[in-house]
């Protein structure tokens, strides 16, 4: 087409182009507070030419499309960020409360009540027929042994509490995943017919951001524009259209919540996410805290049951066990007295009344190996470190995090986040493209009232 009507014909393309630019800036500008809304960007290229004659002559411009500025790369990048920094939060919640449950910093702690005991054996054995002194030691080892059933049953209700955050993760998880097949189905059928689905791109991304949240994610991009959803484990959580929801059930003996996934148990595959962080702590960290306490109380009751029985009580009768025999497993929450007569404690070496020797000899199993071949006070220090350690390590961890997160965030916002000034200039620059467009309109119509005027002369 060549002449005034073509003329018009490239104004008006023209027209509809700046105009689509236009709407795409106001758009960019009306959503620079919408959470995951990335910029998009209005593109335009040249009208094939025409021939005229022996000449190519141009024809104006298209709008070709209109298309979100992301970077992908970046993207994954800060899902696996997420993945770290979310499990890493969640592990460090309930490792502070259990770190709590050892705090001996004013003297009723675990550490403070079990040199409470071996205190009252030494105070007794400077008057050993002293039945107050004797009430002492009973008062410190049933304060001991509370202590003990105390942290060990704390740590069995922290275990169990977790299930519930388990159980609130995969439900988290299965609604996402369901959001993101519908999403894949709509943006594949937009993709099918040439259109850009920006606004449906961007709300998947907030969906994959929030998944990685709670589980290590992997993310495959199909030609199609849907994506598959797998953990880092290969378990599929959405593929296409199609989501596959996770379940749980509770597993034997322990009566935990395990996670399935068409009928195969994953809960060992999940690493990262806070689901990851949840399962770190419920299944390796408090047994073997758990562990740990059991073995320092068996090794206790075990040493002082020994010892008690090689003395003599007030009434010059052999010792017997001073603690109830600890059993195999949960010497802890089973942690009792054998009796509550203060005179049946066996402070004598000989079976007189005013011997001191056994009270000496069973005070001194505080300076002894017996736990696990250490003192009693160095394997508990141990036990405490470690879980300091843990939570300070974790800690410093997460403050890494959170700054790499915190930096590929700024990134995002620089490449795909919404700049006011910029939106104004493009808005001004369009505006003036449009203005122009528009004067070519009615310079092209004049033109073409004089040219009919004249035709008709």
């Excluded at 509370?146 to 998880?173: C, E, H, K, P, Y």
């Excluded at 790499?404 to 620059?429: F, M």
Aim: no cysteine; glycine share 10%; aromatic share 4%.
């Amino acid at each position: 087409m060549s002449g005034l009507f073509g003329s018009m014909n490239i104004a008006l393309r023209a027209l509809l182009a700046q105009q689509g630019a236009i709407s795409t800036a106001s758009n960019n500008i009306a959503n620079v507070n919408t959470p995951g809304y990335s910029r998009q960007r209005a593109v335009m290229t040249a009208a094939p030419p025409v021939n005229v004659g022996n000449f190519l002559i141009g024809n104006g411009v298209e709008l070709v499309k209109v298309e979100n500025i992301r970077d992908r790369i970046l993207e994954l990048r800060m899902h696996q960020e997420t993945q770290q920094q979310s499990e890493l939060d969640a592990f460090l919640g309930p490792m502070k409360q259990i770190e709590a449950l050892f705090n001996d910093a004013q003297g009723g702690g675990l550490g403070g009540v079990i040199n409470n005991f071996f205190n009252s054996l030494s105070q007794l054995s400077t008057n050993p027929s002293s039945l107050p002194l004797r009430q002492g030691v009973l008062t410190a080892g049933q304060n001991m042994a509370t202590a003990f059933r105390s942290v060990a049953g704390n740590l069995v209700t922290q275990q169990r509490s977790l299930d519930q955050t388990i159980q609130q993760s995969v439900d988290d998880i299965n609604r996402y995943t369901t959001q993101v097949a519908a999403l894949n189905k709509q943006i594949t059928a937009q993709v099918g017919v040439g259109k850009q689905p920006n606004e449906l791109l961007d709300q998947r991304e907030v969906l994959i951001r929030k998944i990685s949240e709670l589980v290590d994610v992997a993310i495959i991009d199909s030609q199609d524009g849907s994506i598959t959803l797998t953990t880092s484990g290969g378990t599929a959580l959405a593929v296409g259209d199609q989501s596959v929801a996770l379940q749980t059930q509770p597993g034997v003996p322990t009566g935990l919540l395990q996670i399935f996934s068409q009928g195969s148990n994953i809960t060992g595959q999940i690493k990262s996410g806070r689901l990851g962080g949840t399962l770190t702590v419920r299944d390796t960290v408090i047994p073997s805290i758990l562990a740990d306490v059991d073995t320092l109380a068996a090794g206790i009751a075990s040493s002082v049951n020994t010892a008690h029985q090689a003395g003599f009580d007030l009434n010059g009768a052999a010792g017997g066990n001073f603690f109830v025999p600890p059993p195999a497993t949960g010497a802890a929450a089973g942690m009792n007295l054998a009796f509550s007569n203060p005179a049946l404690v066996a402070a004598s070496s000989d079976g007189t009344p005013g011997s001191n020797g056994n009270a000496v000899a069973l005070s001194g199993l505080r300076d002894q190996a017996v736990v696990a071949s250490q003192k009693p006070s160095d394997f508990y220090s141990t036990v405490v470190f470690r879980i300091g350690n843990d939570v300070s390590s974790s800690t410093a961890e997460y403050d890494a995090e959170n700054l790499v997160l915190r930096q590929l965030e700024n990134q995002r916002a620089a490449i795909s986040g919404v700049s006011l000034d910029e939106e104004a200039a493009n808005l001004i620059r369009f505006q003036r493209a449009f203005e122009a467009q528009a004067r070519v309109i009615a310079a092209v119509d004049e033109l073409t009232r004089i040219a009919i005027n004249l035709g008709r002369g």
